[in-house]
Nanobody, 120 residues
C-alpha cells in the first residue's frame, strides 16, 4: 500500500505565495507521473500541473507562469510553488502519483487534500 500526505496549505492574501508538498511512502518501486489537482467548492476537480519521471511538465493555462511543479525523487515528494495567488485559486488541492511496484504494475494513488484559501 502507498500513502500520499500533503502539507503546506493555508490562508494567504491575494498576491502572496504558498508551497505545497506531497510525500509518498509505502511499497514504492518507482514513481511515474506526479500531479496536483484542485477542486473549488461546488465545482469539479481540475488538473493544475503534472511532472513526469523525466522531468517534463504541463500546467493549466490559469496557473502557467505563476505556479511551478517540481519533484525530489530521492524523497518521493512532489512540490507546488504557488506565487501571485488570486482568490480564484481557492480550492482543496490534491496530489496524485502513478506508483509502480516491484512487479512493474502501476497504480494511481491520491492524497487526502489540503485547503488553500486566498483572500482578496
Amino acid at each position: 500500500q502507498v500513502q500520499l500526505v500533503e502539507s503546506g496549505g493555508g490562508l494567504v492574501q491575494a498576491g502572496g505565495s504558498l508551497r505545497l508538498s506531497c510525500a509518498a511512502s509505502g511499497s514504492i518501486f518507482s514513481i511515474d507521473a506526479m500531479a496536483w489537482y484542485r477542486q473549488p467548492l461546488g465545482e469539479q476537480r481540475e488538473l493544475v500541473a503534472v511532472i513526469r519521471s523525466g522531468g517534463s511538465t504541463n500546467y493549466a493555462a490559469s496557473v502557467k507562469g505563476r505556479f511551478t511543479i517540481s519533484r525530489d525523487n530521492a524523497k518521493n515528494t512532489v512540490y507546488l510553488q504557488m506565487n501571485s495567488l488570486k482568490p480564484e485559486d481557492t480550492a482543496v488541492y490534491y496530489c496524485n502519483s502513478v506508483v509502480r511496484n516491484s512487479a512493474g504494475y502501476a497504480f494511481l494513488y491520491w492524497g487526502q487534500g489540503t485547503q488553500v484559501t486566498v483572500s482578496s
